[in-house]
């Protein structure tokens, strides 16, 4: 844990977080779609009509601009800053701010957050992970990730439909959402899988939230009496303890959660939770879901095993690792 002298390291903002995200995006952007996705950026966010080319000089200038100021005062400026001052300098500012708050706020959610339960999205959980795990290096704090999926989510699908899997995974969400502080990061990975950024949170710390999620998720799908027995797996891994890179923490996590899944026991100290009994014949009562359908199915795929063996059968979890930086699927 930090001293208490220790200097607090910096927080982003939401939207300064999607604008750092947008430059690494476009950065990876060929000169076309670049241009044309620049054009519709300043129509929206400044409503200034400008060509592709003049687009692309525009944001270049702002991203020159942010770096020339942060030299200049010896503290890191934010690129809203860098873009207003830009655009002002153009005469183009036709607003005293650089967008309307509602647009921006749609375009912030459609970039980062998935649709269905409101979480972070896998592109973010990417890039957050790394700019937590960078800020744990830098201030030698503890950095847990926990990653999650359901127990027989397909075989809900397969009996009842998406719109019922669909309300399983939003309870997920929710439960995740009541058990958060305020400095904890909640991502939705994919299909039923799901993940926790916990910073400064010790291996007792994340292996108790951790039991917690799992038996408040079992209590709040009970009501629904459903005969087929969801639970909430999880497996963890904590920097610096198993590691200080990305790509090594997840596989951890990874191995852990199946060992879990497998009847074992995590090797951290994250014994499960009692599973709450379900009746066995009980119809199923569930409330009509928001018109929102989940267009993941999970798949039935081969997968290693802890012990690195490929396997596969109608009782694993669908395969979708999560992405290390060097195999992103955006």
């Excluded at 957050?128 to 795990?133: G, I, Q, V």
């Excluded at 958060?180 to 990975?189: G, H, K, N, P, V």
Aim: charged share 25%; net charge negative; glycine share 6%.
């Amino acid at each position: 844990m930090p001293n208490p002298g220790d200097p607090s390291p910096p927080r982003w903002s939401a939207e300064e977080s999607f604008l750092e995200l947008l430059t690494n995006t476009l950065d990876n952007l060929d000169g076309p779609p670049r241009g044309q996705f620049l054009q519709r950026f300043f129509r929206s966010m400044a409503q200034v009509d400008l060509s592709e080319t003049q687009s692309l000089d525009l944001w270049e200038q702002a991203l020159a601009r942010k770096r020339e100021l942060s030299e200049s005062i010896g503290k890191r400026v934010v690129l809203q800053a860098a873009l207003v001052d830009v655009l002002a300098s153009e005469n183009l500012l036709r607003l005293p701010i650089l967008m309307e708050y509602e647009e921006f706020r749609k375009l912030q959610i459609n970039a980062a957050t998935d649709p269905l339960t409101g979480l972070y999205n896998r592109r973010f959980f990417d890039d957050y992970f790394e700019k937590e795990l960078n800020r744990s290096i830098r201030y030698s704090h503890r950095l847990a990730l926990v990653v999650f999926d359901l127990r027989q989510f397909k075989a809900v699908n397969d009996r009842y439909g998406h719109p019922q899997g669909d309300l399983a995974l939003r309870l997920v969400a929710e439960t995740l959402r009541k058990s958060m502080r305020t400095s904890d990061y909640a991502f939705r990975l994919g299909g039923d899988e799901f993940a926790l950024l916990l910073p400064q949170s010790d291996p007792e710390q994340a292996a108790a939230l951790s039991r917690r999620l799992r038996t408040a998720y079992a209590a709040a799908i009970e009501p629904f009496h459903m005969e087929i027995p969801l639970a909430l797996d999880y497996g963890l891994a904590i920097y610096p303890d198993d590691g200080d890179l990305q790509e090594v923490l997840i596989r951890v996590a990874d191995e852990r959660l199946y060992q879990l899944k497998n009847g074992g026991h995590p090797s951290r100290p994250t014994a499960a939770a009692p599973e709450v009994a379900r009746p066995e014949s009980a119809p199923l009562e569930m409330p009509a879901p928001p018109a929102v359908k989940s267009s993941v199915e999970p798949a039935t795929e081969a997968r290693p095993s802890s012990s690195g063996a490929w396997t596969s059968g109608p009782d694993r979890r669908r395969w979708e690792r999560v992405g290390s930086p060097s195999c992103r699927s955006g």
